[in-house]
């Protein structure tokens, strides 16, 4: 006798269908996972490639509930979802990974900021202030402007962020209506990232601590591992990294965006309870990708192996540039940079979206930022530069 | 202004839903390449990961004039598609990839030997045979039986295939009905598969030669590369298949299976014009699968490097056996082998039928093989043997 492949198969519904939604799809289909997509719209990017998928709202609660059904849990392409949603359907039985209590802290800088000051987590010096007067107050507390101020819900990819003179150009941000988080202004030497992936049942798993190039507030390029990084500092980011998992009981992939100060010290910048970024490299550099141990993780499944394939893999972002007809430049991409790995989101060219990406890896370091980046401006640009 | 992502993207039609269009899903993802699916069911292995498919038959011109429409070209899961309908096809203008001129040599054993005769490519003895009396008397001219007798269509995996000790056992055989192959048996030291992909421009590269090592007609192991091959013996495959590719002018991933005789030579045994069995090792183990390589070639795209990223690739094909829940293995699988691939087609489970593989790599070849069949069968088994 034989069952049918579809009554034990494991099914992830995913919320948002967007390129971390795409790529999960790949993994899943070597692993036999089913994966159920809320999608934006019909053919946003990962609605391409998934055919189980609802258009909807990931605001409406009836959405969510629609796409949970029958799944085995429920994960994200974001952390736009509304955390009394996530309750609700925790409590109606669903199974979001990670939990809405964890969520809460990737969704909100001011109760991430606090959490991870209790735990003794290092962050830059931060308050929530309510109008000019108190960010006046809070810029001399540091040394006075510049500051940045955040707010402290919805910002992504440098929205949502300023850095400001004084309390007068911050207006924007108090315009925006929600509380906002004043920080100092971290004169960093560079910016890390660290990423685990950590299950249910506790196992978890590091991937080496990468070095994220940005952009007008948009990470472009990422090295992995981050060269010549200090082997103390190594240490703390992971460690970092796994402490917040841990106390937070993050399930998924957990991307910790940290400073790495001119005096040597590693600061907390931003989390993502998610597939992030910083670690597209794995799909092509790393044993196992982020995606696969996303999915693994939430499923929770035995996580896989983690370490570089090649001594250097380097990530380039594609944003919207040029070239509106990304697929029509692979012939002149592939043909100059063979070994290039490419991936395109299935997405409209707009100015500086990012729209795909590019990973190289090899022994050279310099040879391989130069092959990506190559690879990258091609699709971008039609050129190089 | 911002062009529609589909304006421009290259779609590719794949006629049969099984788990070779499966995994053409995933680099086509990468590639932003949009595959069509004609299946055979509304949830086949293939159907299951591609949006875009039409439920249909292939040996239906209708059917297969509606998946090709507005397709950039049109390729295969499998070689039973009749040859007047893809000739039928390029008449309207539709692009089949391979051509049905090429395809013929894969879909007809007595045309494929006649002409890698011509081509002066080893082959073992053979003739067409139409009754009991002409099989013995092709027995007598390769010192008489067991020989083997084989329909000239529609076999695979070893049916359509006997073994023969006199003209009576070749009773089945001849009742099918077709035009029937007899070849000498021969003994062989193993089994070797060469493939290349090759575009329509001509460029063409070549994988690694490798092992196969079959059980009851199925491949069950590939070791990628073949382990101690003569050089002279790997030169010979690469060019065997080579000069098939371009003879045949093959456009897409082109497999040669091949015998390597006792006596230290290589007889082509089978030709496949897709990706292939022996080729699945290369998506974990090569710097370009044989799945993308397809994709890039029947695209007329700059064809990727494939050379191996680690020393050895060992690929073991999970059969139908005592697990039915093979989802439900894999905590135990990822756990005892965590280094393990694993891709499974979304298949139910019945006897014998391949429902998946794993593939591990490794710099240790005894290590590597024993690793990844434990994998498979923790899989097919739920034990080890």
Known sequence: MSVS????????????????????????????VRLRLLAEGPDVSAAQVIPDHLVGDHRDLDDLRRIAEGCS??????????????RALADEGHVPRPSPDALLYAQ?????????????????????????????????????????????????????VWVVEDAAAA???????????????????????????????????????????QA????????????????????????????IAEALDVTGMLAVELFETMDGRVLVNELAMRPHNTGHWTIDGAATSQFENHLRAVLDLPLGPTEPREPWSVMVNVLGGAVEDLEGQLPIVLD??????????????????????VTVVGDDLARTIVRARRAADLLEKGTTR
């Open 108 to 160: 909100d800088k001011a109760l991430m900021r606090a959490r991870l000051s209790e735990l003794g987590v290092p962050v830059p010096a931060h308050r929530v202030v309510d109008d000019p007067d108190a960010l006046d107050q809070f810029a001399d507390t540091v040394g006075g402007y510049p500051v940045v101020v955040k707010t402290t819900r919805g910002g992504y990819d440098g929205k949502g």
């Open 171 to 213: 207006a924007e941000a108090f315009a925006v209506g929600q509380p906002i988080m004043a920080e100092e202004l971290v004169f960093f030497a560079r910016e890390l990232s660290a990423q685990v992936a950590r299950r249910p049942s506790g196992e978890l798993v590091s991937y080496p601590v990468v070095e994220s190039r």
């Open 73 to 86: 849990v429920v994960t994200f392409d974001h952390e736009h979802v509304p955390p009394e949603h996530l």
């Open 5 to 32: 492949a579809d009554s034990a198969v494991h099914s992830v519904a995913v919320i948002g269908g967007g390129q971390l939604a795409r790529m999960m799809q790949p993994p899943a289909i070597g692993l036999g």
């Open 336 to 357: 100059a940079v063979p070994e290039a790995r490419v991936h395109l989101y299935g997405k409209a060219v707009k100015a500086g979206r990012k729209v795909g990406h």
């Open 216 to 243: 007008d507030g948009i990470c472009k390029e990422v090295v992995a591992p981050a060269p010549e990084l200090d082997a103390a500092l190594d240490h703390d980011a992971r460690t970092i990294a796994r402490t």
